[in-house]
């Protein structure tokens, strides 16, 4: 059973850092394919204006906890079988993701932390862990992990790789499809070798869905989709207690793809606990690059 939840831990690591690799971008200019040439007619001013007004209504959907926690159940799918644990999801906004594996809801048997400025693993089982910044892990710095593109993604909200909040100003950098029979719009944009595209809902405004690729000359092509799903009120707006990712990508062994789905439960917005984790003395840490190697090669 250890053995089993140590490995469902680690592919859990795995497809979190995999959706992190393709998070962000570098650090070039943004290609705004919607951005209309000097002189176009007012018929297409009128377009931008309608595209502006939706990505207001997108924008407008994100709650305003500053603090969210939950139960959840997070499902690996291994390609053959599920393989589901129990844990919890403890974020503040600007500040930590936290996602803790407890079994049974009777011991934590690994921890994994995003912060500004660093990202920490922890087993709980081994007495091991790895705390480092972001350059410090090779496959993340090449690809240009943000922490706030990250944090947007479990909030359920835009964002532009590189800046850490979304501006009126800056909704204009992205490219709308709003086709009259669907029942969702599509939200584009290109920056470098990424490509990132959402999925909201019309009427309401919900982002339901963001697809993002990475196209890398040394590590190929990584796609992963999230989608969004059982809305609940968080406050006076609605949060999303199903998060699925599906990651595929050539850096996994073989080109397996890997999915993790993460079921939220009683969700509270009380920020009254420990934000950072501090490890104890009795943990030894291990290398970067050969738990990163590890990983990648389950």
Known sequence: MWKTNVKLLSMAVLAVLSFT??????????????????????????????????????????????????????????GSKDLSIGGSLKMKKDEVIRIQITPFGLMEVGRIEFTKDY?????????????????????????GLDFYALQALFWNQLFVPGTQKITDSSLKNFSVTLGEAAVNALISLRRGNMGYQWSAD??????????VTYSGKTSGTTTVTCNYGSFKPLGVKQFPTDITL???????????????NISMSDLDTSADWETFTTVSGKYRPVDVKELANKLLKQ
């Open 119 to 143: 990202v920490l693993f922890m087993d709980r089982i081994n007495k091991e862990y790895v705390k480092a910044s972001y350059s410090d892990v090779e496959f993340l710095q090449e690809n």
């Open 21 to 78: 690799v393709v998070s962000c971008g570098t650090k070039k200019a943004l290609v705004d394919a919607s951005s209309p040439a000097a002189g176009k007619v007012s018929g297409a001013k009128s377009v931008e204006s309608r595209n502006l007004d939706f990505m207001r209504k997108v924008y407008d959907n994100e709650v305003y906890a500053n603090s969210i926690s939950s139960k959840i159940k997070l499902t690996v799918n291994t």
């Open 246 to 260: 599906d990651v595929s990508s050539d850096a996994l062994k073989d080109g397996k793809k890997k999915q993790l």
């Open 202 to 211: 019309k009427a309401s405004g919900k982002i339901k869905a963001v697809s």
